[in-house]
RNA sequence: GCGGAUAUGGCGGAAUUGGCAGACGCGCAUGGUUCAGGUCCAUGUGAAAGCGAUUUCAUGCAGGUUCAAGUCCUGUUAUCCGCACCA
């Protein structure tokens, strides 16, 4: 026997694999379809870190189990090339960005070809690629014509290192999420999705699919959808406001209004006022601030009041003041909100500062000068009026209905989520297909002139004020309208990272179609996607962009599911060594190349799955992956145990039709590291019986070449029944074998363990209760005390309970 | 501040959903084989007490429910992640 000569043996099955194309999908077929998903690889500089793998092999070893399971498997692998990073570093080096993505690109692909995935390579998709990009603009357009896309000017986050504005998704902690640098407020007129159209639906439609729990939850309160009511005030003025509330409940203890600095209305309001300077001064400072600045200093409410002007409470008829303040944001609700201090938090500070007065009219808490009550479940409503007797959740809708009759107000869903901001003033990104004519407006360029290809040029710096630096191509931009004909000019802002992200599973369906982005057919045999595993961390960014223009194209009637993802699990981040997440900083990265090339790519995926659970963080381990590459070793040393006897050995037989069983449920439920575990048992009890049978090492082989490909084929190609291991069937197991027919019971007394007994598993209760009471050991330990009560649970344990 | 997750030996982690806590691996210890080679094989390994069979204590902390709690309930602390006054 050989030794273990896992490089060897690698190389060699990684070739097979490519020459025999057996992880090729074929659309339409007979068999079963399973198309398995992996968040594809933004490919950067750095390479791929250790931590890429964990997500790939586990689908990996899903979808090898499924295509031995006679599925039709697709599991495809793209590039996902767009994006500032790329776009830096060919600033910094003055290399075209087209260049460093090719290389990044070569540098990935090798990495992951060596960990041995079975990716159907024929597939590949690049966003970057014009071929691939066509479709990108192509869906724009359609987003655009059906008026889904629309550009306004409107505060933006402007990041002051990257020079472009971002999303509010794309801000962390008030700093760029990508540079760090400081991000300040700014007006742009900029390029908006109406994702907020589809919010409904994207929160709805989460029932009808198969996501772990934690990412319903955080897309639901991304969104963020409540129901509250629209309430008009009048004003001393003459002038209206509209005020968002989802506890009109509380209109009679309204003592006060507040507006955003921002609102329209202040301005209006302006001229006539007493105090405009302060007014004013108060609108600047609140400017300036980022939407984190105003947050910090959240426990110190500011605000100024609007002096010669009031509201008029709808119900009380009471006059109220009006104040701005920045603890009201414009870019939610209506802008504006009555204040009811009594019964929020916010109110309550900012009236206890302005000295304003606080009115109960929910009973039930402590005295509301003290704290605010905000307990909508306990409490009768007070000082009320019509209300006044109500719980809460009567006295809203009462309310409402009110407000509706009088035509004061009315119902009024919110949701948290904004609109998409999509432009970006950027070089690497896809351009945006539309011609500015100074007598038709904006006016998509007609399809067949897709893709409209990046301009070449030399300088992809963002130019002084901001602008795209697509605006220095004079060339590109200056055109003709598609409308008129008169002379036009192209857009230069460019789509952000996510637009490529947000169909490419599409794509991989029909990868090379030049008349669709993918064909009907094709789209109808392959979708919904079967499975899609990603990080947490993209969860209500991608995740949702991906969803609303899934249902977009499927509003279209491009796709047949209203769903792109069937089902939805996550990984965890491997951490470094030391605990920490890695990072270049901390100097805790784990090179792949490295691991592969000590220990092999069996052993590294191996020790990626037996880590830990799949979807906590944790940390890696040098002697950990040691372990997985012992263990790979003891299962190619137990060629020397092999024995010829014929079928499994008696004692082994119950203990291998168990391991089928675990190992295929835990394959299924992501539980890699318990699957494994059992092998290892197996393993262990082969060497402890001093041999193997042949078929008991062919079904163990099989069971671990999801986990380990390599070297499995390689066994198989040595003692199997001829193929490739990689389109052999999966090991069955027999329900009846995996049965034992005794069952040990544990004896407790009073709940702690006094003996155990082996006892026949078709045993009823009252058979081992008889049984267990009558032994000596029993007799012995109640001797003398009184039985209260005996617990049986048949299988597990006799519990007695004496005194 | 709001929301979510997590907490089990020296370490990574198991525990069929209320039923033997610590599977499997690492590390460590002892013995054997090879005795220069990242060895390999076997046995042991939560803590404390005892020569010992055994006993007691142990799943962040404090209570509670139950014959029985890592698992359920109440409170609390720490760490991590997400969000930023969402009316």
């Not at 009031?310 to 609700?333: C, H, M, Q, R, W």
């Not at 040595?718 to 027999?734: A, H, N, Q, R």
Request: net charge negative; with cysteine.
């Amino acid at each position: 026997m050989g030794s273990y000569n896992f490089s060897e043996i690698e190389k060699k099955w990684q070739n097979k694999w490519e020459e025999t194309g057996c992880f090729h999908a074929e659309t339409a077929s007979d068999k079963p379809k399973f198309y398995a998903l992996i968040e594809f690889p933004y490919p950067s500089g750095q390479g791929l870190h250790v931590g890429h793998p964990r997500s790939y092999t586990a689908l990996d070893i899903v979808s090898r189990k499924r295509r031995m399971q006679g599925y039709n498997v697709l599991y495809p692998i793209g590039w996902d090339a767009f994006g500032l990073p790329t776009e830096n570093f060919a600033i910094k080096n003055k290399i075209h960005p087209k260049i460093v993505t090719k290389n990044n690109i070569a540098n990935f692909k090798r990495q992951l070809k060596m960990l041995g995935f079975s990716f159907d390579w024929s597939r590949e998709v690049n966003t970057t690629d014009p071929e691939y990009y066509k479709w990108t603009q192509w869906i724009f357009l359609q987003l655009f014509k059906k008026g889904l896309a629309y550009k306004q000017e409107m505060p933006i986050n402007w990041c002051t290192g990257c020079k472009v504005g971002l999303s509010n998704e794309e801000v962390v902690n008030g700093v760029c999420e990508r540079c760090g640098s400081e991000v300040v407020q700014r007006r742009k007129s900029q390029w908006m999705l109406k994702i907020t159209e589809y919010a409904e639906r994207l929160i709805n439609d989460l029932d009808d699919v198969d996501y772990i729990e934690r990412v319903k939850t955080q897309q639901k309160n991304w969104i963020g959808r409540s129901e509250g009511a629209e309430v008009k005030f009048q004003l001393t003025s003459g002038d209206e406001m509209v005020v968002y509330t989802t506890r009109a409940d509380t209109l009679f203890g309204a003592t006060y209004v507040v507006l955003a600095p921002e609102h329209k209305l202040v301005e209006k309001l302006l001229p006539s006022l007493e105090n405009v300077d302060e007014i004013k001064e108060y609108i600047t400072l609140a400017g300036k601030k980022s939407e984190f600045e105003r947050t910090e200093l959240a426990k110190d409410k500011t605000g100024v009041q609007l002096k010669g002007v009031n509201a008029i409470n709808p119900v009380t008829g009471k006059e109220l003041p009006i104040f701005i303040s920045d603890y009201v944001l414009v870019t939610y609700g209506t802008g504006a909100i009555m204040a009811v201090p009594a019964h929020d938090e916010r109110d309550w500070d900012f009236a206890k500062k302005f000295n304003l007065p606080i009115i109960e009219v929910v009973a039930g808490g402590e005295n509301v000068q003290e704290a605010a009550y905000t307990d909508v479940y306990k409490g009768n409503m007070v000082n009320s009026g019509f209300l006044d007797g109500m719980p809460v959740k009567e006295a809203i809708p009462a309310m409402i209905k009110w407000l509706e009759e009088k035509g004061l107000g009315k119902k009024k869903v919110n949701y948290k989520l904004r609109d998409w901001l999509f432009s970006r003033q950027r070089y690497w990104g896809e351009p945006i297909p539309l011609v500015y004519c100074e007598k038709c407006g904006w006016v998509p360029i007609p399809e067949e002139q897709l893709p409209l290809e990046l301009p070449e040029i030399d300088e992809f710096e963002p130019g002084e004020n901001g602008e795209s630096p697509l605006a220095k191509a004079t060339e590109w931009i200056n055109t003709t309208c598609p409308h008129c004909g008169a002379p036009a000019k192209r857009e230069t802002d460019t789509m952000p990272q996510w637009a490529g992200s947000s169909w490419y599973f599409l794509r991989y369906i029909d990868p090379h179609n030049n008349d669709a982005l993918a064909s009907k057919e094709a789209l109808d045999y392959w979708t919904p996607i079967d499975w899609y595993n990603g990080g947490m961390e993209h969860t209500t960014l991608h995740l949702l962009y991906s969803r609303f223009w899934h249902k977009f194209l499927f509003d279209l009637g491009i796709v047949p599911t209203k769903e792109p993802y069937m089902k939805r699990t996550s990984h965890g981040m491997i951490l470094g060594e030391n605990g920490e997440k890695m990072s270049k900083s901390r100097g805790n990265v784990v090179n792949p190349d490295e691991v592969v090339n000590e220990y092999g790519a069996d052993a590294v995926r191996t020790f990626e799955m037996f880590i830990g659970a799949f979807d906590q963080s944790t940390p890696w381990s040098q002697d950990g992956l040691k372990g997985c590459y012992k263990f790979l070793e003891r299962v190619w040393n137990l060629q020397d145990m092999m024995t010829d006897e014929e079928g499994y050995s008696k004692e082994l037989c119950s203990n291998i039709h168990k391991t089928i069983k675990k190992v295929s449920d835990d394959y299924e439920k992501m539980k890699f590291n318990t699957g494994i575990a059992a092998l290892m048992s197996l393993v262990n009890d082969f060497y402890k019986a001093g041999k193997v049978t042949k078929g008991e090492f062919l079904t163990l082989i099989t069971l671990l070449n999801p986990v380990a490909p390599h070297m499995t084929e390689e066994l198989w190609e040595m003692y199997g029944k001829g193929g490739l291991l990689s389109v052999s069937p999966w090991p069955e197991y027999d329900e009846a074998l995996t049965v034992d027919s005794e069952v040990e019971i544990v004896v407790q007394i009073n709940g702690k363990i006094r003996d155990k007994m082996m006892v026949s598993a078709e045993l009823d209760k009252a058979g081992i209760e008889k049984l267990v009471t009558e032994s000596d050991t029993v007799k012995k330990l109640v001797d003398g005390k009184t039985i209260i009560k005996t617990i049986v649970v048949p299988g597990k344990l006799v519990n007695i309970v004496v005194k």
